[in-house]
């Protein structure tokens, strides 16, 4: 049997401390150290997942082959460009950067070391997207919100690379779609110095439009999406995990029945399991 490869977390603050958590009860790895830049933070974390507490990042990252890193966005750079130089490979908490150029030397700086880069846009493992997927056909048109109460926590960058980043991940994955063609929002800074509330309109190579609406000045928690297609409408609700797909009847005809029942059957989907 294989060692247990050697493992570090670099920030353990309120996303962090679910990678510690997570890394710790992982087969096959050996979470050896934590850091964060509050040291106090730093050893109650390390006291709950059984690792101690590391003082300084360079320290940490000359004990392991793998770091998952969740430090605010506009340190994702300057912190996973430490790492990645060093040989060690980086999960890195969403968004991969505050900055398209940060993003790019990251992407570099790992091809360069031959090491793994990862971003951990975890939606697409969502139990209603798992489910929805298999019933995905030619969508037309995709509505996504994500709606957050105000917290200071990751107000050092937009709501677009806070919280959008993970709608606009998915439309590409429920789509398939590489890119977007065209881009439109407005967007409004209410309560920090970026913008907390974001809609932006885009369009895809194949013609799908959606619309993406992120807001952390809600208040209420609102995840969900709806797709629109010629099958039916599916509706996601990302919090519960649940899905639903209405249906077209295979044996309707266009401009018969008086109800919606006679038009539709409604179906909970399940996700597959693993």
Same mark, same amino acid.
């Given at each position: 049997?294989?060692?247990?490869?050697?493992?570090?977390?670099?920030?353990?603050?309120?996303?962090?401390?679910?990678?510690?958590?997570?890394?710790?009860?992982?087969?096959?790895?050996?979470?050896?150290?934590?850091?964060?830049?509050?040291?106090?933070?730093?050893?109650?974390?390390?006291?709950?997942?059984?690792?101690?507490?590391?003082?300084?990042? *360079?320290?940490?990252?000359?004990?392991?082959?793998?770091?998952?890193?969740?430090?605010?966005?506009?340190?994702?750079?300057?912190?996973?460009?430490?790492?990645?130089?060093?040989?060690?490979?980086?999960?890195?908490?969403?968004?991969?950067?505050?900055?398209? $150029?940060?993003?790019?030397?990251?992407?570099?700086?790992?091809?360069?070391?031959?090491?793994?880069?990862?971003?951990?846009?975890?939606?697409?493992?969502?139990?209603?997207?798992?489910?929805?997927?298999?019933?995905?056909?030619?969508?037309?048109?995709?509505?996504?919100?994500?709606?957050?109460?105000?917290?200071?926590?990751?107000? *050092?960058?937009?709501?677009?690379? *806070?919280?959008?980043?993970?709608?606009?991940?998915?439309?590409?994955?429920?789509?398939?779609?590489?890119?977007?063609? *065209?881009?439109?929002?407005?967007?409004? $800074?209410?309560?920090?110095?970026?913008?907390?509330?974001?809609?932006?309109?885009?369009?895809?190579?194949?013609?799908?439009?959606?619309?993406?609406?992120?807001?952390?000045?809600?208040?209420?928690?609102?995840?969900?999406?709806?797709?629109?297609?010629?099958?039916?409408?599916?509706?996601?609700?990302?919090?519960?995990?649940?899905?639903?797909?209405?249906?077209?009847?295979?044996?309707?005809?266009?401009?018969?029945?008086?109800?919606? #029942? #006679?038009?539709?059957?409604?179906?909970?989907? #399940?996700?597959?399991?693993?």
């Amino acid at each position: 049997m294989s060692a247990p490869l050697p493992v570090g977390v670099i920030g353990v603050g309120a996303l962090g401390r679910h990678h510690a958590r997570h890394l710790a009860a992982l087969d096959g790895v050996q979470l050896v150290g934590v850091y964060d830049a509050n040291p106090d933070t730093a050893e109650r974390v390390g006291a709950e997942v059984g690792a101690p507490a590391v003082g300084a990042v *360079d320290a940490l990252l000359g004990q392991v082959r793998a770091v998952s890193i969740a430090v605010p966005t506009s340190l994702h750079a300057e912190v996973g460009l430490r790492a990645l130089e060093r040989g060690v490979a980086v999960l890195m908490e969403k968004p991969l950067a505050a900055t398209l $150029a940060e993003a790019d030397a990251l992407v570099a700086a790992a091809a360069q070391a031959g090491v793994v880069l990862h971003v951990g846009q975890i939606e697409r493992y969502n139990r209603a997207v798992r489910a929805a997927l298999p019933a995905v056909e030619n969508p037309r048109y995709i509505e996504a919100e994500r709606i957050a109460p105000y917290s200071p926590r990751g107000t *050092d960058v937009s709501v677009v690379l *806070d919280l959008m980043i993970h709608d606009l991940d998915l439309l590409l994955a429920l789509t398939g779609s590489p890119e977007v063609t *065209d881009v439109r929002g407005i967007g409004a $800074a209410v309560l920090s110095s970026h913008l907390d509330m974001v809609n932006a309109r885009l369009e895809l190579p194949g013609g799908t439009v959606a619309s993406i609406t992120a807001s952390r000045i809600g208040r209420q928690r609102v995840r969900r999406v709806r797709i629109y297609q010629d099958t039916g409408y599916l509706t996601l609700d990302l919090a519960s995990g649940h899905a639903t797909f209405l249906r077209v009847r295979p044996s309707w005809k266009r401009g018969t029945g008086t109800s919606l #029942e #006679e038009v539709v059957e409604e179906i909970v989907l #399940e996700a597959p399991e693993g």
